[in-house]
């Protein structure tokens, strides 16, 4: 089944797999968010958006809209 | 003595503490200007390397990658591209943290691309052994091929060593530390047959960037049908950045070790409270009770303290020097026009120091995040937080904080709603009218009138900042596309150096940028206050003697002459002429002359006043402004000039209006046209006008 990063819960660590170049910003890759590289949902912002990633050891906010793009694979512990 | 002087460039991702090295560097030899023709600040300092070196280092904007988004991080790219630039580094210090050495190290790679010597600053090596890490500096220097410092700006560590590594430049590698060309081998080959003589990583910069380098044309390489499409070029930078971080993520490896059990996470406790649900919001809005708490009271006793000692400046002048025009000039027009300035800075250094602690410390990303999505609901975005405050200091450095959104709309929606909130400049004018129209009491005998006063005018102009958002948000049909991305950086407790550096820097452009403003205008005043055209000017002293002989009038025959010269002179004309527009507001014609006068810069309009009244008033004994305006009298009413709908009517027109020119020309200057500016000036002076018009017909 394939899930987005906007859909994983807080605590839960999971694989990048792939997600649309074209509608990422090139500042997120920068910031190390690249498929196969694992993030972590550390904050969901009270009103359930933005949402507090560590991804590849970088420790950002992004967008539930920006997450919806970003197809993902759940690390089980 | 000839000493030789090195050019050092200091380079860095934002929240490295790049600012700390180079305030380690310079300590208090630094200057900040601008480039030329954008408003970027360009920090320079010069430091003393050893007794014959000296260096002048370049503080250039924090930015994740030499991919710009930005104007600030466009200065980076157009310098190292440049050869033939006069601030081109002799070397480039790349300062990195440690704990965020992995996403550092991506712009390292890069600045490595473009063969300048190199030096790798690894910054908060006080951090490591909290953090469990350990590093292996030898094999990180060969395989990054470069010259390493460990540096604690924290602790002072470090500096010396980078001192000598910057002196030592000639034996660091100008070699990059991996071949970025393989992403497309077929591609970048020909581009180098193509252009021989150019470095491989800038024409792809070129390429990549919608930006001229220096002596080559973005053109030139386009003729060459290298240029692919945007998506194309995507897809390429995408697969360059993974290529990087490959081989960062290699060397990082061997030469980065991290024992998790010896970590210890203040960061996730920390981030549990400040970014909660419910006590997240109840500290932010703490801290900003705090903020206008120290605006509003504890900068009033250096404030009043210094009103007072320009009065009596102002009087020991009058009275000591020889009389003349000189004197004049010197008692009414310099010395309160300096003092109009002065008694800025405390309010100005406060709110710097607080927006400065508060990112320093890495708790406005936690603002940004907890507000997101209630600024988005207006079309704001949390990043829109940032600039809002600074408004409260002053909307041009504001305006400009908005840079970093990255949605255009978003980011428009937030210049043109900035001005709105309460600037440092506008509190003058209410500390004073508040003063004279609202008496001294305490409600329920905790909360003080005045206090509250001054609280709803904030509130109004944050109201009405958030109000206009959502229209605009309703009416402005921009297309662009949107994202947010913010680094959420790791709590760090402030350094004093760089908070306080970074107050007196900001304070000083405030008084000496509006400071000139100011006191030019004092002294035109007072000129235009003090001549006249025409004999009534000239024979006031005759007109008013006859005229209390005829028992026409009655008072002191010097309030009088002086009152009279004063209705006579270029400025009482002037006033007049302007008085049918203002007088539905309330105001007579010395105010009206205060409102105008007061586009130049809202203090203006305390000081203008004083101008007035000292150029009307002739007795000797030293007068503060606010008695001066508590004792203007209204020839037709007999009432107070400063009665409460006049009052009331100007502190709700100066909540509103369009505040300077400064915030015009800022804003022209960030949107890059004039329709913006000039629908922000229609809109806020004509709903100001109407307010104001509104609330004195109701209140007289």
């Not at chain 2, 129209?437 to 509250?452: D, Y």
């Not at chain 2, 150096?497 to 030019?520: P, Y």
């Not at chain 2, 008072?555 to 009279?564: F, H, I, N, P, T």
């Not at chain 2, 002179?569 to 007088?583: L, Q, T």
């Amino acid at each position: 089944m394939k899930i987005t990063l906007a859909q994983i819960k807080k605590g839960q660590k999971a694989l990048i797999n792939d997600f649309n170049v074209d509608v990422i910003p090139l500042k997120l890759l920068e910031m190390g968010c690249l498929p196969g590289n694992t993030v972590e949902l550390l904050q969901v912002a009270p009103l359930g958006d933005p949402l507090y990633i560590n991804v590849n050891d970088s420790h950002v906010a992004i967008r539930l809209e920006t997450a919806r793009q970003i197809e993902v694979e759940i690390i089980k512990e | 003595m000839s000493t030789s002087t090195l050019k050092v460039a200091l380079i860095g991702n934002p929240n490295t503490g790049k600012t700390s090295v180079f305030n380690q560097l310079t300590g208090l030899n630094q200057k900040v200007g601008n480039y030329p023709g954008i408003t970027v600040d360009k920090k320079q300092g010069v430091s003393k390397l050893s007794p014959s070196v000296k260096a002048t280092i370049l503080d250039l904007p924090g930015t994740y990658s030499l991919n710009a988004s930005s104007l600030d991080e466009n200065v980076v790219i157009e310098l190292l591209m440049n050869k033939n630039d006069k601030d081109f580094p002799d070397v480039a210090v790349v300062v990195t943290e440690v704990e965020n050495l992995k996403r550092n190290l991506l712009l390292f790679t890069q600045i490595k691309d473009l063969e300048i010597p190199t030096i790798l600053v690894i910054n908060m090596s006080d951090r490591m052994e909290q953090k469990g890490i350990t590093l292996d500096i030898p094999y990180l220097e060969k395989e990054l091929k470069t010259k390493i410092a460990l540096v604690s700006s924290r602790k002072k560590t470090g500096i010396e060593n980078l001192k000598n590594l910057i002196i030592n430049y000639k034996e660091l590698s100008t070699e990059p530390c991996l071949n970025a060309s393989e992403i497309d081998p077929d591609y970048f080959n020909n581009l180098r047959h193509t252009f021989p003589n150019q470095l491989l990583y800038k024409l792809w910069l070129v390429i990549t960037q919608d930006v001229n380098f220096g002596n080559l044309h973005r053109n030139e390489v386009s003729i060459q049908s290298f240029v692919k499409s945007e998506a194309e070029l995507k897809r390429l930078q995408q697969k360059e950045t993974i290529k990087r971080y490959q081989f960062i993520n290699d060397v990082l490896k061997v030469g980065y070790t991290v024992n998790r059990e010896a970590a210890t996470d203040i960061r996730a406790r920390l981030d549990r409270v400040l970014t909660h649900k419910f006590f997240g919001y109840i500290i932010f809005f703490g801290i900003l009770l705090l903020i206008f708490q120290s605006i509003f009271s504890w900068s009033s006793i250096p404030m009043d303290f210094i009103d007072e000692s320009f009065a009596s400046l102002s009087a020991y002048a009058a009275e000591n020097l020889p009389p003349g025009l000189l004197t004049d000039l010197i008692s009414e027009g310099i010395i309160p026009g300096l003092g109009g300035i002065i008694i800025f800075i405390p309010q100005i250094a406060f709110l710097f120091l607080f927006i400065s602690i508060l990112e320093e410390s890495g708790y406005m990303s936690r603002v940004v995040f907890l507000m997101d999505k209630i600024m988005r609901r207006f079309g704001l975005s949390g990043k829109s937080v940032v600039p809002l405050i600074s408004g409260t200091a002053c909307a041009i450095p504001a305006i400009m904080a908005a840079r970093n959104i990255e949605s255009w709309k978003e980011r428009l929606i937030t210049i043109l709603v900035t001005p709105f909130t309460t600037c440092s400049a506008r509190l003058p004018v209410y500390a004073i009218l508040i003063s004279l129209i609202i008496p001294e009491k305490h409600l329920l005998g905790i909360f003080n009138l005045q206090g509250l006063t001054l609280m709803t005018l904030y509130l109004l102009g944050f109201g009405m900042a958030i109000f206009s958002a959502y229209i605009l948000n309703k009416i402005l049909k921009v297309k662009g596309k949107s994202y947010f991305v913010i680094e959420m950086p790791d709590y760090k407790v402030p350094l004093f150096k760089n908070v306080a550096l970074n107050v007196i820097e900001k304070t000083k452009a405030f008084v000496f940028g509006a400071g000139k403003i100011i006191l030019a205008l004092s002294v035109i005043l007072w000129f235009l206050g003090s001549h006249g055209p025409g004999g009534n000017f000239k024979n006031a002293e005759q007109i008013i003697e006859q005229e209390l002989a005829q028992n026409k009038i009655s008072g002191e025959k010097e309030d009088l002459v002086a009152s009279y010269k004063l209705e006579n002179s270029y400025i009482g004309i002037i006033g007049k002429s302007i008085e049918p527009v203002i007088r539905p507001l309330g105001y007579d014609w010395k105010i009206g002359i205060a409102v105008v006068t007061s586009f130049a810069a809202r203090e203006v309009f305390v000081g203008t006043l004083a101008t007035i009244y000292s150029v009307g008033s002739h007795s000797e004994e030293e007068t503060t402004i606010k008695n001066r305006m508590n004792a203007e009298i209204n020839p037709i009413t007999g009432g107070k000039v400063f009665n409460l709908a006049t009052g009331v009517s100007l502190l709700l027109f100066y909540a509103f209006a369009m505040q300077c020119i400064s915030t015009l020309a800022i804003t022209k200057k960030e949107t890059n046209s004039w329709k913006w500016p000039m629908i922000q000036l229609v809109f806020m002076s004509g709903f100001a006008y109407v307010v104001s018009l509104v609330a004195y017909q109701i209140l007289q």
